[in-house]
């Protein structure tokens, strides 16, 4: 069975720093791509960062370029976002997600993890 | 950048009732276009993919049309599992980035 499961959520100050963690089971973690997928509570989805199944490329939404990088550790088959600047923005449910074949959908996602940015 | 407009944005319908959802696509998106179901507390399923196949699990009562900028979500026999929200979702080809409709609730009427 495949599993997603999101840790390192939770309270940070404007301007604080982060890393969110995927641990992942129930399939071989290192022939997916992986991306990161959040949603401010009670509003829709937005996706964060894709990476490729070697780490070699890595894409993100212009919101968090700069600020957010995505990484991956196939040894350990697991998956982080290191998210840095932080805004009230940014308060939402963070998802990890792992992507079809084709990098096209997301086929299978973890439960989520909440990050609230505030003073 | 690719714009999906979901419609409507609620969908007030009964049990045994037909659905019917849009997702327009601001540019074509060929058929690379996939629909999801999200409950409360939940994370998004994966429904249909490429506009029309049904993902692994899913009845067949779920079913996707349509094609370059149109593109319908039909249910056609709901069930009281299936009121959520309902996103689609696509892949622009180059740098690879991804965008969702703005979700259309199904609620019981």
């Known amino acids: 069975e495949v599993q997603l499961v999101e840790s390192g959520g939770g309270l940070v100050q404007p301007g604080g720093s982060l890393r969110l963690s995927c641990a992942a089971s129930g399939f071989t973690f290192s022939s997916c791509w992986m991306s990161w997928v959040r949603q401010v509570p009670g509003t829709g989805l937005e996706w964060l960062a894709y990476?490729?199944?070697?780490?070699?490329?890595?894409y993100y939404v212009d919101s968090v370029k700069g600020r957010f990088t995505i990484s991956r550790d196939n040894a350990k088959n697991s998956l982080f976002l290191e998210m840095n600047s932080l805004r009230a923005e940014d308060t939402a449910v963070y998802y990890c997600a792992r992507g079809d074949y084709w990098a096209r959908y997301f086929e299978s996602w973890g439960q989520g993890t909440l990050v609230t940015v505030s003073s | 950048e690719i714009v999906l407009t979901q419609s409507p944005a609620t969908l007030s319908l009964s049990p045994g009732e037909r659905a019917t959802l849009s997702c327009r696509a601001s540019q074509s998106v060929t058929n690379y276009l996939a629909w999801y179901q999200q409950k409360p507390g939940q994370a998004p399923r994966l429904l249909i993919y490429d506009a029309s196949n049904r993902a692994t699990g899913i009845p067949a009562r779920f079913s996707g049309s349509g094609s370059g900028t149109d593109f319908t979500l039909t249910i056609s026999s709901l069930e009281p599992e299936d009121f959520a929200v309902y996103y689609c979702?696509?892949?622009?080809?180059?740098?690879?980035?991804?965008?969702f409709g703005q979700g259309t609730k199904l609620e019981i009427k």
């Open positions: 990476i490729k199944q070697d780490g070699s490329e890595k």
């Open positions: 979702q696509q892949r622009s080809n180059w740098p690879p980035t991804y965008t």
